[in-house]
Nanobody
């Protein structure tokens, strides 16, 4: 089925930046909804950002309020890859970040995605 491979996590100081990447093994990547989620120790997994297909070459980006203005989601359909650029990182951004995929655009902002990556650790030091 669909395989998701994440990269780009690591340790960064507060105020710094990281870019996460998620490569998807799927034949119809351009029509898939792609999302980023995160889970801190002792916390439930939460929505971070998503990008969904709206028809043709049109896509719609969605963000959690906590990351608006700091994080940017994008996709490169030629590479079957979705990115999450994280700027102005804060210690509270520390979490395991997960990539997710689903052919249904209705799943945005939910935890109902059909496919999930293994997660990559992001640690922000103060």
């Amino acid at each position: 089925q669909v395989q998701l491979v994440e990269s780009g996590g690591g340790l960064v100081q507060a105020g710094g930046s990281l870019r996460l990447s998620c490569a998807a093994s799927v034949r119809t990547f351009s029509t898939y909804t792609m999302g980023w989620f995160r889970q801190a120790p002792g916390e439930e997994r939460e929505f971070v950002a998503a990008i969904s297909w709206s028809g043709g070459s049109t896509y719609y980006a969605h963000y959690a309020d906590s990351v608006k203005g700091r994080f940017t989601i994008s996709r490169d359909n030629a590479k079957n890859t979705v990115y999450l650029r994280m700027n102005s990182l804060k210690p509270e951004d520390t979490a395991v970040y997960y990539c997710a995929a689903d052919p249904d655009p209705s799943v945005v902002r939910t935890l109902d995605y059909d496919y999930w990556g293994q997660g990559t650790q992001v640690t922000v030091s103060s």
